[in-house]
């Protein structure tokens, strides 16, 4: 059996850096930056503080961070949980986003060609 390493430490640095341009947007407060790491297709589904499910399309965090802005303060971890040569899974741990929410998400990855994109958002959200 070859032994052969099947990713290379370059794509962990490019998933980490698709997932970081939605955490950066959310600090700005600007969805052109963060659609830079969803799929057009993305969805997204997930439990707010008050235990309400929520879920559909990518565009709902579009409405969510029109509704409440920027996070100067956020604060965030990015850890890869999983990496294949075209599939990764990502937590991100989160405190404070404009509506000072805290979550946890887990985004999963396609490689598209050269491009690493977020094609579901899956989170738990906190009081």
Same mark, same amino acid.
């Given at each position: 059996? @070859? &032994?052969? $390493?099947?990713?290379?430490?370059?794509?962990?640095?490019?998933?980490?850096?698709?997932? #970081?341009?939605?955490?950066? /947007?959310? !600090?700005? +407060?600007? &969805? %052109?930056?963060?659609? #830079?790491?969803? &799929? $057009?297709?993305?969805?997204?589904?997930?439990?707010? @503080?008050?235990? %309400?499910?929520? +879920?559909?399309?990518?565009?709902?965090?579009?409405?969510?961070? *029109? #509704?409440?802005?920027?996070?100067?303060?956020? %604060?965030? !971890?990015? *850890?890869?949980?999983?990496?294949?040569?075209?599939?990764?899974?990502? !937590?991100?741990?989160? =405190? /404070? *986003? /404009?509506?000072?929410?805290?979550?946890? *998400?887990?985004?999963?990855?396609?490689?598209?060609?050269? %491009?690493? =994109?977020?094609?579901?958002?899956?989170?738990?959200?906190? =009081?």
């Amino acid at each position: 059996m @070859p &032994n052969i $390493k099947p990713v290379a430490t370059a794509e962990y640095d490019a998933v980490i850096a698709s997932v #970081q341009k939605y955490v950066e /947007g959310l !600090r700005v +407060g600007d &969805n %052109k930056i963060i659609a #830079q790491a969803f &799929n $057009k297709d993305a969805t997204m589904y997930g439990f707010a @503080p008050d235990g %309400k499910l929520l +879920g559909g399309p990518i565009s709902n965090l579009y409405t969510y961070v *029109d #509704q409440f802005g920027a996070a100067p303060e956020i %604060k965030t !971890r990015l *850890d890869i949980l999983s990496i294949t040569p075209s599939t990764a899974v990502v !937590r991100v741990d989160m =405190e /404070g *986003d /404009g509506a000072g929410v805290s979550y946890t *998400d887990f985004h999963t990855l396609l490689k598209f060609g050269e %491009k690493w =994109e977020i094609i579901a958002k899956v989170f738990h959200a906190y =009081e």
